[in-house]
T-cell receptor
């Protein structure tokens, strides 16, 4: 069992829908990362959060440390949001990131 | 200006060859990483260097040898390439974690797609 689990693995939605991607982890962490991998392959860091909630444009990330769970939300989804979203958790004391398997999001116009 | 750059972007080579992938970051970060993304798109850490010192070395064959000539560069040399080495290799960098263990955001390079035939 992977130490970082994501759901769903694949998600297809209509443009404009509210999107939620979930991440559960079993490792002790100092912060959780959300990454976006574009269809072209490039990886971009979206958020790094250790508590509460962060917002950037239409993207919102939340984390519940006690429940070891984080969510990534996208409001008013758009076809350009189509990508693979990956959560990653570093173990306490080092920077080794353990990655989830990713969620492939497809937004249909 | 590119923050984290890798060369080459694509590398096609035959089994048994030796090849290198180069990574450079101009962010002034102290820590650099190599990740491997397999055909199923699963990312896994290979190595991490902090100020030219190896701090993470996952279970990677000895054929893989990272080299950090200075803190802005982390190169990956692979000897005796095998079919299973075909993957996308990503370099990343971040600031050094704080004494309290606080992590910093990682910045990724564009990736190097290695194909071993």
């Amino acid at each position: 069992k992977n130490e970082v689990e994501q759901s769903p693995q694949n998600l297809t939605a209509q443009e404009g829908e509210f999107i939620t991607i979930n991440c559960s982890y079993s490792v002790g962490i100092s912060a959780l990362h959300w990454l976006q991998q574009h269809p072209g392959g490039g990886i971009v860091s979206l958020f790094m959060l250790s508590s509460g909630k962060k917002k950037h444009g239409r993207l919102i990330a939340t984390i519940n440390i006690q429940e070891k769970h984080s969510s990534l939300h996208i409001t008013a989804s758009h076809p350009r949001d189509s990508a693979v979203y990956i959560c990653a958790a570093p173990s306490r004391g080092n920077e080794k990131l353990t990655f989830g398997t990713g969620t492939r999001l497809t937004i249909i116009p | 200006d590119t923050a984290v750059s890798q060369t080459p972007k694509y590398l096609v080579t035959q089994m048994g060859n030796d090849k290198s992938i180069k990574c450079e970051q101009n962010l002034g970060h102290d820590t650099m990483y190599w990740y491997k993304q397999d055909s199923k798109k699963f990312l896994k850490i290979m190595f991490s260097y902090n100020n030219k010192e190896l701090i993470i070395n996952e279970t990677v064959p000895n054929r893989f040898s990272p080299k950090s000539p200075d803190k802005a560069h982390l190169n990956l040399h692979i000897n005796s390439l095998e079919l299973g080495d075909s993957a996308v290799y990503f370099c990343a960098s971040s600031q050094e974690k704080t004494s309290a263990g606080y992590s910093y955001e990682q910045y990724f390079g564009p990736g190097t797609r290695l194909t071993v035939t």
